[in-house]
Structure formats: C-alpha cells, structure tokens
C-alpha cells in the first residue's frame, strides 16, 4: 500500500520527535515544540495524534522499531550465540551514542515513568521485559552451543548485561566521562569471561 502525504507527514513528525525525546524526556516533548521544529501548525500536528500520551506512545514505539532493526535482528541472523552477544553489546553501544541525539530513549523513559502508572509506562515496562529477555535468549544459545558454561544463570547474566549498559549511559551523558565507553567495554569483557565455558 503507497504511503499518502499524511503517512509521510506522520512519520516526519515522529521521526523529529525521537531525536527531541532523547534529549528532553517525553514529557518534555510539546506539540507546540514540534510544530515549531517543523514548522507546522500546532493544530495541524494535534490531528495526527490528539493528545500528548498519544504522542508519547507513538514515539515509543518508533524508537521500538529503530531498535529493533539496528540491534537485535542483526543477533537474530547469526548462527553463534557467543558471536551474538558482543554484536547485542556493540549494537546497542550504536544505537545510544551514535543513533540518538542525547543518549537511549528507553533509559531516559524509565526514569520519568517508573513511578507513574498508566499507559506509557506499561509500554516501557513491556519493552523492557522483552529487552531482558531477549538478552537472555541469547546467551542461553551460547549455552546451548557449549560456548557459554552450562550452569550460567541466564537470568542474572541479562541484568548484569542490561546494569553494564545502564551505567555506561549514565557516566557518558551525566558526567561526561571519556572513560565511559572503555571502562564499559572491560566490565562487558568480565561479564564474557566469567560466562564463557572453562577449559578443563
């Protein structure tokens, strides 16, 4: 089905409002702001979501989608688990520093909405159990291949997986730390380390 104008437009519009998210949270993401940006009308933007949760959700969901094909359907092609995860590592590393304007949309979300139920938050919530998930997936097919130990507990490999990546985002947007990106790498290193199968 040919995209129309609209579906053009739309897409524009969230497109822009990724980037602006990243940097300002989600609830400081205006439609006014936007309009501005794009230099459209305030209500000609408000027709295409109708409320300011419905823009969130929407934004959410184009991060989503972005995420999804930078970092995980390139770890969903490969054959080796223990080849997947430094790509997951590396992907997600693209993703944050290169992809979005001011560090990983999703981290930026959790922290404005862990403690305020509703729709948004659940969408996060959701997004992140499949994160987490998929983290462990991933290393349970090293396991399965016999590259990462058997008794890896796949659960506890993801959080630490997801802390690594969590603290990283922190020390490189809040403190301007030059050293967040290696010292990131060498705890990802340990994390492989003590994963990976021990030589008899």
């Given amino acids: ?18 980037q602006l998210a990243s940097v300002v949270g989600l609830d400081g993401l205006t439609i ?13 933007l408000f027709r295409h979501f109708g409320s300011k949760e419905a823009l969130q959700k929407a934004v959410i969901e184009t991060g989503a989608e972005h995420f999804i094909q930078l970092v995980v359907r390139p770890v969903m092609i490969m054959d080796s688990g223990a080849e997947a995860m430094p790509a ?3 992907g997600w590393l693209e993703w944050s520093v290169e992809r979005m304007a001011g560090g ?14 509703g729709p948004v938050r659940d969408q996060v919530v959701a997004l992140q159990r499949e994160w987490l998930g998929f983290i ?11 590259d990462f130990r058997s008794d890896l507990d796949l659960r506890q490999f993801a959080h630490d997986f997801n802390a ?5 985002n922190q020390v490189r ?12 790498r060498r705890a990802f290193e340990r994390l492989l380390a003590d994963a990976h199968t021990v030589e008899p």
């Fill in 32 to 44: 006014g702001t936007l309009a501005k940006k794009l230099e459209l009308s305030k209500s000609g």
């Fill in 164 to 168: 690594i990546l969590l603290g990283f």
């Fill in 88 to 90: 997951l590592f590396e």
């Fill in 1 to 18: 089905m040919p995209q129309t104008k609209g579906d053009a437009t739309r897409r524009a519009i969230l497109e822009e409002a990724l």
């Fill in 173 to 184: 947007r809040l403190l301007r730390d030059p050293d967040a990106e290696p010292r990131a």
């Fill in 136 to 146: 462990a997936a991933t290393a349970g097919r090293a396991v399965e291949s016999g």
């Fill in 104 to 117: 990983c949309l999703f981290v930026t979300a959790a922290v404005e909405f862990d403690d305020r139920p």
